[in-house]
């Protein structure tokens, strides 16, 4: 919409805020089959992360029931992992690239499935993720349902008044950092708050293997979060949909060193999606929040 154009990138004229809207439903399908269809999903879905609850100390257990939920309650029916420079029919040398305990792994961030999803191609049971604040200092976040419920809620300019993330104790288990510091609509990766790259890689260069992994949504207008929204709507809009068409595409990159340019260019997986400047930034994502929930509120 032309009165957002204060919030799309210069460069390419995207908007990596803006809600991207579903396919238009006939009333038939929004006021009557979807309704039906949710009722029909909420006991297994219930069942489901009860289970996903108890079987979580248990990886072996959690991960098949982790997929189960994300079919029938997320309609997510296909998660495919791919590795830079390999084949995809050499799943051997997939597999062996597949997120591990000692790594150190930047991702793009669009929604609450996202960590879901990254646990479940992490060969390691033990998943940490962190984000960054408008100054750059990084935040754990705990566990799952934290990372979960970060993406519906509204950005912080500043985490609060916590000791700073020691990444030489998170060396066993995979580290997942969120480097945009909030979500987008998938369609771009936003520039880095000012993280101190090159003090990590200094720092950790021995200790951790430094990866990249990409992440495409399809489709984005029921998955992502670019704005903040309530889990009962984002559930209901999940329980509610008619076709189990939600996709997920991972590439994993080497990075070579921690340059922010170079770990955008390996996010953006070639193109796929598109690097924005540094103006979009997490301010600028609260101003269109606001500006945003004004308008919708007058509608």
Same mark, same amino acid.
Request: net charge positive; hydrophobic share 45%; aromatic share 10%.
């Given at each position: 919409?032309?009165k957002f154009?204060?919030?799309?990138?210069?460069?390419?004229?995207? @908007?990596?805020?803006? +809600?991207?809207?579903?396919?238009?439903?006939?009333?038939?399908?929004?006021?009557?089959?979807?309704?039906?269809?949710a009722?029909?999903?909420?006991?297994?879905? $219930?069942?489901?992360?009860?289970?996903?609850?108890?079987?979580?100390p248990?990886?072996?257990?959690?991960?098949?029931?982790?997929?189960?939920?994300?079919?029938?309650?997320?309609?997510?029916?296909?998660?495919?992992?791919? $590795?830079?420079?390999? !084949?995809?029919?050499?799943?051997?040398?997939?597999?062996? !690239?597949? +997120?591990?305990?000692?790594?150190?792994?930047?991702?793009?961030?669009?929604?609450?499935?996202?960590?879901?999803?990254? /646990?479940l191609?992490?060969?390691?049971?033990?998943?940490?993720?962190?984000?960054?604040? @408008? &100054?750059?200092?990084l935040?754990?976040?705990?566990?799952?349902?934290?990372?979960?419920?970060?993406?519906?809620a509204?950005?912080?300019?500043?985490?609060?008044?916590a000791?700073?993330?020691?990444?030489?104790?998170?060396?066993?288990?995979?580290?997942?950092?969120?480097?945009?510091?909030?979500?987008?609509?998938? &369609?771009?990766?936003?520039?880095? +708050?000012?993280?101190?790259?090159?003090?990590? /890689?200094?720092?950790y260069?021995?200790?951790?293997?430094?990866? *990249?992994?990409?992440?495409k949504i399809?489709?984005?207008?029921?998955?992502?979060?670019?704005?903040?929204?309530? *889990? $009962?709507? /984002?559930? /209901?809009?999940?329980?509610?949909?008619?076709?189990?068409? $939600?996709?997920?595409?991972?590439?994993?990159?080497?990075?070579?060193?921690?340059?922010p340019?170079?770990? &955008?260019?390996?996010?953006?997986?070639?193109?796929?999606?598109?690097?924005?400047? +540094?103006?979009?930034?997490?301010?600028? !994502?609260?101003?269109?929040?606001?500006?945003?929930? !004004?308008?919708?509120?007058?509608?």
């Amino acid at each position: 919409m032309e009165k957002f154009s204060d919030w799309r990138d210069k460069g390419t004229g995207i @908007s990596p805020f803006m +809600p991207i809207p579903p396919a238009n439903s006939s009333v038939l399908v929004k006021y009557v089959l979807g309704p039906i269809l949710a009722l029909l999903k909420i006991v297994p879905s $219930a069942i489901l992360c009860l289970l996903s609850a108890l079987c979580w100390p248990v990886g072996f257990l959690f991960r098949p029931v982790l997929r189960l939920l994300l079919l029938v309650l997320f309609n997510v029916s296909e998660i495919e992992f791919l $590795a830079d420079g390999v !084949k995809k029919s050499n799943t051997k040398m997939i597999n062996s !690239k597949r +997120p591990d305990k000692g790594q150190l792994v930047f991702v793009n961030f669009s929604s609450p499935l996202d960590c879901l999803v990254l /646990y479940l191609v992490s060969k390691s049971n033990k998943c940490i993720f962190l984000t960054a604040d @408008s &100054r750059g200092n990084l935040r754990k976040l705990n566990g799952l349902l934290e990372t979960f419920s970060f993406a519906l809620a509204q950005p912080q300019l500043t985490s609060p008044a916590a000791d700073p993330v020691d990444l030489s104790k998170l060396k066993n288990s995979v580290v997942f950092v969120l480097a945009e510091g909030t979500t987008t609509n998938n &369609r771009s990766v936003l520039a880095f +708050p000012p993280i101190d790259l090159s003090a990590i /890689y200094s720092t950790y260069k021995n200790t951790f293997e430094f990866k *990249a992994i990409s992440i495409k949504i399809l489709p984005p207008s029921l998955v992502t979060t670019p704005i903040p929204q309530s *889990a $009962a709507s /984002y559930l /209901y809009s999940h329980l509610s949909h008619l076709k189990l068409d $939600a996709r997920f595409k991972l590439k994993i990159f080497d990075l070579g060193d921690l340059k922010p340019a170079t770990v &955008r260019e390996k996010l953006s997986n070639y193109g796929a999606l598109k690097l924005t400047g +540094p103006d979009l930034d997490i301010a600028k !994502k609260l101003s269109f929040i606001s500006a945003y929930n !004004k308008t919708t509120r007058r509608v």
